[in-house]
């Protein structure tokens, strides 16, 4: 089945996983480097490299993912930091779940956060986001 952009579903979401995957390890590197370096609290880290991350992934998935014209930029920014928004409430969420309620490792946490939100995320960017309508 096919989605906007020509490529099929499943390929499409392979490559959002692989620029997803690409900007979580610039994301667990920032979250380690505050907390485990400078002992910033994991939420704190968390939310820095989240706004440190955003635009990296926005530009990553408009390129290279969904392949769409500059020109859309001014009103798929607005629509990616909403949507990302959203997931930052729930990976906040989860975070203290997972670290703090229940004693997973920060890091640990970070990577099942991100799994558990992909395809969310897709969804939503997808037919929302990037759309073409």
Do not use: D
Not at 63 to 85: D, I, K, L
């Amino acid at each position: 089945m096919p989605v906007r952009g020509g490529k099929p579903a499943a390929a499409k979401f392979l490559t959002y996983a692989g620029v997803g995957g690409v900007c979580s390890l610039l994301s667990i590197g920032v979250l380690w480097l505050l907390t485990s370096v400078f002992s910033a609290h994991y939420l704190v880290s968390t939310l820095v490299a989240f706004c440190t991350v955003t635009p990296v992934g926005f530009g990553l998935q408009k390129v290279v993912t969904f392949r769409t014209p500059a020109s859309t930029t001014h009103v798929e920014w607005p629509r990616y930091v909403a949507t990302m928004g959203s997931t930052l409430a729930a990976n906040l969420a989860l975070m203290y779940l997972l670290v703090s309620l229940l004693g997973l490792w920060y890091l640990a946490a970070s990577v099942v956060v991100t799994v558990l939100l992909l395809g969310c995320n897709f969804l939503v960017n997808s037919e929302w986001t990037f759309s073409r309508r």
